[in-house]
């Protein structure tokens, strides 16, 4: 009986042809993966080498996530698809200290603390005023209201110009610490524009004009105008925040205080990264992702901007802010760090589930949607605890027709002081 196969009549290209697209592929995957290797071990030792990181060195690996997720999102639905993951074990985090920094969708953070704590009746640190930990000076216990005798508390999350030690006599020793930052090009313009009126030096040149004009002639108006009680909000002042001396951008300064910031705080934020930013902090905590849901609060209304002017008044912004800078890009990197070892296809997936639970609330509760200006609020109760400087467009949200009674609803829109004013009477009343 004669069998026609490669093997017994020994043609001899049935064995060279594959065996050379074998070794082809081979070589191809190693080289691929060698090279992955050597480019993240480059990195990751200069980056040991120093503290301080430039933003670019994230360029790669956004890049590279970005890529992942456009392959997703242009693949089918049967390809796309994934079996649902397990969640490792964890415990759930409920002693948190929140550094709330100034314009960096700090608000919409604090919101979701709020309403954790509320729902699960954990006990906050509450400020004397009911606003902040006595800002701008440094954190002192005195400053939190009495509790009738406990000690401890289980959130920390409103304003204050961070002290360490002193935190920390009023949080537990297993406290989560985390705060959030923001790109300081898009920062100074935020602030320039929305606390103008509190700061003397902003106000050398008119309410509306662009920053650019300002940054341009930034040393003469910061040394020549009266200092006032928010002087440091024109210059590095979410290094003030941390409790450093915003003034002080001598490289070895910078590099201890980023090198110290890091010690103290398990996770620093992105705003400008904000998704990925709360898929992150939802597993650092254990919590669900329905959970860190939230809307944009407290937020400006921008108007357009050409992108060559907004280019320069980034580049004049970190110039100025030598040391939030240098804190940004470390920070920056190191959320991309992160999420390259959480996985870029898992933190896609995550992503999409946390803006389909953000939709959700906004279907639930909002009326159209979405936000509105300020001008447009309709619930007089809310007008009467909603600060907006003059001049400045804030969204806002009007609850739709039967969501007013809904507990959850109410406190997703609820500004920071009403809300605050509520945890307060809860705890002490």
């Not at 939230?294 to 937020?299: A, R, Y």
């Not at 949607?369 to 605890?385: F, H, P, R």
Request: proline share 4%.
């Amino acid at each position: 009986m004669r069998v026609d196969c490669c093997f017994y009549t020994r043609k001899w290209k049935c064995f060279v042809l594959p065996l050379l697209i074998c070794i082809l592929l081979y070589y191809t995957n190693y080289k691929l993966n060698h090279r992955k290797r050597m480019s993240f071990t480059t990195s990751h030792s200069a980056n040991k080498a120093s503290p301080v990181f430039e933003v670019e060195a994230t360029t790669s690996l956004k890049n590279k996530y970005t890529s992942e997720i456009s392959k997703k999102l242009l693949s089918s639905p049967q390809e796309s698809s994934l079996p649902s993951e397990k969640n490792a074990k964890c415990m759930r985090r409920k002693n948190i200290v929140f550094l709330k920094t100034h314009k960096t969708a700090s608000s919409a953070v604090q919101n979701i603390l709020l309403r954790y704590g509320t729902h699960y009746n954990l006990t906050f640190a509450m400020p004397n005023n009911k606003h902040d930990f006595g800002f701008p000076g440094a954190f002192k216990p005195g400053t939190v209201h009495d509790l009738k005798g406990k000690e401890k508390f289980n959130i920390l999350c409103h304003h204050m110009r961070y002290n360490h030690d002193t935190v920390r006599d009023v949080m537990p020793g297993d406290s989560f610490y985390f705060s959030i930052i923001r790109e300081p090009g898009s920062l100074f313009e935020s602030t320039f524009d929305y606390l103008w009126q509190l700061v003397p030096a902003f106000k050398r040149v008119k309410h509306g004009e662009s920053p650019e004009k300002w940054l341009d002639n930034a040393q003469e108006f910061f040394e020549t105008s009266p200092r006032g009680s928010y002087w440091f909000f024109a210059k590095n002042p979410t290094a003030y925040d941390f409790g450093y001396d915003s003034m002080n951008q001598n490289q070895s300064f910078i590099e201890e205080m980023i090198k110290e910031i890091e010690q103290r705080f398990e996770l620093i934020l992105i705003a400008d990264h904000y998704q990925e930013s709360m898929v992150l902090l939802s597993n650092a905590l254990c919590w669900s992702i329905e959970e860190v849901a939230c809307l944009s609060l407290n937020s400006r209304k921008r108007d357009k901007i050409d992108l060559e002017v907004k280019a320069r008044v980034r580049q004049k912004a970190r110039a100025w802010n030598k040391a939030d800078a240098a804190l940004f890009d470390h920070f920056n990197a190191t959320l991309w760090k992160k999420i390259e070892a959480y996985g870029y296809d898992r933190m896609r997936r995550k992503v999409n589930s946390l803006q389909q639970a953000n939709e959700n609330l906004a279907e639930l509760c909002i009326d159209g949607g979405k936000a509105v200006d300020s001008s447009k609020l309709k619930d007089a109760q809310m007008k009467q605890n909603f600060y907006k400087p003059a001049g400045v467009s804030v969204g806002v949200y009007n609850l739709k027709k039967g969501a007013e009674t809904n507990p959850l609803c109410r406190e997703l829109v609820t500004p920071e002081n009403a809300f605050t004013d509520v945890v307060f009477k809860r705890q002490y009343h």
